[in-house]
């Protein structure tokens, strides 16, 4: 299954696409952030992530969708950084639990790296969670101001600045 980034196929978010999001996204809270949050947190913030959030986000953000033979396995977003031109941020990147590791990932930041809002911004954030913190740090992404500490949201501020 090595050749799988070869068939993975982006495109933008559609309304449509929401339900289907969400679970992938729930289903990652459950199988995969509660090993470092708790499961009982994650029930709490799966409750909360329906469908209406999906939208909010798509909202504001570019979001895009990644499929595999027409099953959506990987979802990121970009957004300007509270309305910032020089500053964005990325958000809701998740892959389907069991194809963590296969590249869609890798795939997911390449596509959200050549989106307008990162290439007009000079520096980048992300909330990563614990889970996913060292896969950032994979792609130069650092911890915000040098400082290695979770926020109110028990997530590690990274961040990108561009040359």
């Known amino acids: 299954m090595s050749d799988i980034k070869n068939k993975v196929n982006m495109r933008r978010f559609q309304t449509e696409d929401a339900e289907e999001v969400k679970n992938l996204i729930v289903r990652n809270f459950l199988e995969v952030n509660s090993k470092d949050y708790g499961i009982d947190t994650m ?46 941020i990325l958000l809701t990147i998740f892959v389907l639990p069991e194809l963590h ?19 007009r911004a000079n520096r980048i954030e992300i909330p990563a969670s614990i889970t996913a913190t060292e896969f ?9 101001n040098g400082i ?15 040359k």
């Not at 590791?101 to 290439?119: A, N, S, V, Y």
């Not at 950032?136 to 915000?144: L, N």
């Not at 290695?148 to 561009?162: V, W």
């Open 43 to 88: 029930q709490k913030l799966a409750e909360v992530y329906g469908v209406e959030k999906v939208l909010q986000i798509a909202s504001y953000a570019h979001m895009y969708v990644f499929e595999l033979e027409n099953q959506i396995v990987g979802v990121g977003s970009i957004s300007s950084f509270w309305g910032s031109e020089t500053e964005s």
């Open 101 to 119: 590791g296969k590249g869609i990932g890798r795939i997911i930041i390449q596509t959200l790296e050549q989106d307008e809002f990162f290439i």
């Open 136 to 144: 950032y740090r994979k792609f130069g992404y650092d911890y915000k």
């Open 148 to 162: 290695k500490e979770l926020d109110e949201e028990y997530h590690y501020r990274l961040e990108k600045f561009k």
